[in-house]
């Protein structure tokens, strides 16, 4: 299929409730390349695409919404809703220490960086439990070692976060200064 040319109606719709099904069904984000192995029909990224920015338009007014993370696309509840949802499952979200807090901005903002550079912005040492920590959560990974005499890992975030935090980039974090002026 050419991106000259234009969709039947029938047609758009049958591939909008592959994809609307294959999304609904998925406990993961899924990619463009993922979605493509779906369609019968071969289909350009680009109209994969604009099914799915149409999908968007047709959620606009429900409780979940299709979203783009940074693995790919997934269904989320839209977030005035989860109050409704916590109801069935009353579990309280993890509570994450002010320094594992601190740390996950320093990685996510100064990426890469290594648990030095982490300590001399913060001022006080980083407990192993707190890396620990977020690497458990699937937050950061070690991406490899900075040059430099001992050879210190370099910490990074992972897709993980960002589909997490329902980004698909980390330009999409608030600006450091914004964040600065309101603590």
């Not at 409730?17 to 779906?38: F, H, N, V, Y």
């Not at 912005?121 to 990974?141: C, H, N, P, Y």
């Not at 330009?171 to 309101?182: A, V």
């Amino acid at each position: 299929m050419s991106d000259s040319t234009e969709l039947s109606c029938e047609l758009q719709g049958r591939l909008k409730m592959i994809l609307e099904t294959a999304l609904l069904a998925s406990q993961e984000a899924l990619t463009l390349s993922q979605m493509k192995l779906l369609i019968d029909e071969p289909m350009t990224s680009g109209e994969i695409e604009s099914l799915l920015s149409d999908m968007q338009r047709d959620w606009q007014n429900r409780g979940v919404e299709l979203v783009e993370v940074a693995s790919g696309w997934r269904f989320r509840a839209r977030p005035h809703m989860q109050a409704y949802l916590d109801r069935l499952n009353p579990q309280k979200p993890p509570r994450y220490s002010r320094a594992v807090l601190e740390t996950l901005a320093i990685i996510a903002y100064r990426q890469p960086v290594t648990r030095g550079d982490i300590e001399e912005i913060r001022g006080v040492a980083v407990s192993a439990q707190t890396l620990k920590t977020l690497e458990s959560r699937g937050w950061i990974e070690v991406i490899g070692t900075r040059d430099t005499p001992g050879r210190p890992d370099l910490f990074a975030t992972t897709k993980q976060l960002l589909d997490d935090l329902n980004l698909r980039t980390l330009e999409e974090l608030p600006p450091l200064n914004q964040m600065t002026l309101e603590v």
